[in-house]
């Protein structure tokens, strides 16, 4: 399996929110639903519009962990989101398959992202992109890890170091300052 990166620069974030908008606006939702709620695909795809609407927080049951995940809906995603569920009943998929009744697949939603992301010239860029997306921008912003660990729900905060790739970004910018420059 391939390691997928966060994508880090917010510039590229909204290129890409606007390439898929102009594209699907199923593909444009799922891809902000996935960066402002930080839930794994597999939990995002199952969602219908009936844990969306109307609501200030969403209550869901990981498919990985069998816990319980209570989130609130950004202020920045809500208006967008009540935009597209206008008119759709609540049983319907959220992020409905062309073929009805069923969500887009796991694999499609990796190949909407994966073609997106190559259109702006990103490498390593999966399903789990957008949560590892929500996760870097909001360790950027707030600085709290300790609580980003409880909402991604890992182990150890050295974990969620490394899952946001903020180890590599530390690295990186270290190796970069090494100077062997004459004072």
């Not at 390691?3 to 929110?17: F, L, M, N, Q, S």
Request: glycine letters at 6%.
């Amino acid at each position: 399996m391939n390691t997928v990166e966060p994508i880090r620069d917010v510039g590229k974030i909204w290129d890409i929110a606007d390439y898929l908008k102009e594209e699907s606006e199923r593909n444009y939702v799922m891809f902000l639903f996935g960066i402002y709620v930080g839930l794994r695909i597999s939990d995002i795809l199952r969602l219908q519009v009936r844990d969306v609407r109307d609501k200030k927080h969403v209550s869901i049951r990981e498919k990985k962990t069998g816990k319980e995940k209570v989130f609130p809906i950004n202020d920045e995603l809500k208006p967008v989101l009540n935009r597209y569920i206008k008119g759709k009943s609540d049983y319907e998929y959220l992020f409905p398959s062309r073929q009805g009744g069923r969500p887009i697949t796991r694999q499609m939603a990796y190949k909407v992202l994966n073609e997106a992301a190559r259109h702006f010239g990103l490498e390593s860029i999966g399903t789990h992109t957008l949560r590892k997306t929500f996760g870097y921008h909001f360790y950027q912003q707030t600085h709290d890890i300790a609580t980003l660990r409880c909402i991604l729900n890992h182990a150890d905060i050295s974990i969620t170091f490394r899952y946001i790739g903020i180890n590599q970004d530390i690295k990186d910018e270290a190796m970069r300052k090494l100077s062997f420059r004459r004072r």
